[in-house]
């Protein structure tokens, strides 16, 4: 099932009203998640890193793996890789993973002002930040938008496969809009100081509700202003019909 129910040429953008009434109803759901930054801006993008095609308890296991194994940052970066895939190996995909990482640490020695240390993004623009971020391999927008954001709190929002699918299916992106233009329009569409909520929340309804191949919409609390809910209704009744 494709994450788009609108075709290109009925998109219209978001009106602000929209994002806010939307906002309103994730916050009835889900609440007003509090997380504050915690300033450790190397250890979010080595955890963003390890998030990549694996569920949140992988993750963690393959992030405190790691932090076990290696006292410092400075003894992943000189390890032979094959010692750093074998501390990450429970979060998947450890072969690319570990040279990744390995990759990201050395550029960052070269290329930092402070050694292994990326505490002196707070002090740049977020287009300083995400420059510096977006330059180091394989990082891209999502990646240095969590690090700003759940680092130190600044104005970026991550866009990751669930909050593009439920995004756009609320009409609030373009659709088939490349992932570069989804962070501009997520930024543009967020009210200021309300990124981490807009994120997290659209985050968990697109996990509880909003499913890429099954959306819940009969019981969803969008349905009313989602202009993707009639359509899935009437694909989902045609499914129905054909198995029964
Ligand atoms: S009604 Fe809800 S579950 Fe259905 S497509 Fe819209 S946001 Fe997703």
């Known amino acids: 099932m494709s994450a788009a129910a609108i075709s290109k040429s009925a998109w219209a953008g978001p009106e602000r009203r929209r994002v806010y009434a939307i906002r309103d109803r994730l916050r009835l759901v889900y609440g007003i998640p509090v997380d504050r930054p915690h300033g450790d801006a190397l250890a979010e993008l080595i ?27 400075e003894q992943v970066r000189d390890a032979p890789v094959g010692e750093v895939e074998l501390a990450i190996r429970r ?23 402070a050694a292994l240390d990326l505490t002196w993004l707070a002090d740049r623009t977020v287009p300083q930040a995400q420059e510096y971020l977006c330059s180091l391999p394989g990082v891209g927008r999502k990646t240095a938008a969590c690090v700003l954001l759940f680092s130190f709190g600044m104005r970026d929002v991550p866009v990751d496969t ?26 543009d569409l967020t009210p200021r100081g309300q990124e981490l909520e807009l994120h997290l929340n659209l985050l968990r309804h697109g996990r509880r509700t909003c499913d890429a191949r099954r959306p819940q919409c009969d019981a969803c609390a969008l349905a009313r202003m989602c202009p993707s809910a009639r359509t899935f209704k009437v694909r989902s009744t045609a499914e129905s019909r054909r198995a029964s």
């Open 162 to 187: 669930h909050v593009s699918r439920v995004g756009t299916r609320l009409g609030l992106f373009r659709p088939a809009a490349p992932f570069e233009e989804l962070h501009d329009s997520m930024l």
């Open 47 to 73: 955890l963003t890193v390890l998030s990549q095609s694996t569920n949140d308890r992988n993750r963690d296991v393959a992030y405190f793996g790691l932090r076990e194994r290696f006292g410092s940052w």
């Open 91 to 113: 979060g998947g995909i450890s072969k690319v993973k570990s040279a990744r990482i390995k990759a990201i640490l050395a550029t960052i020695s070269e290329t930092s002002p």
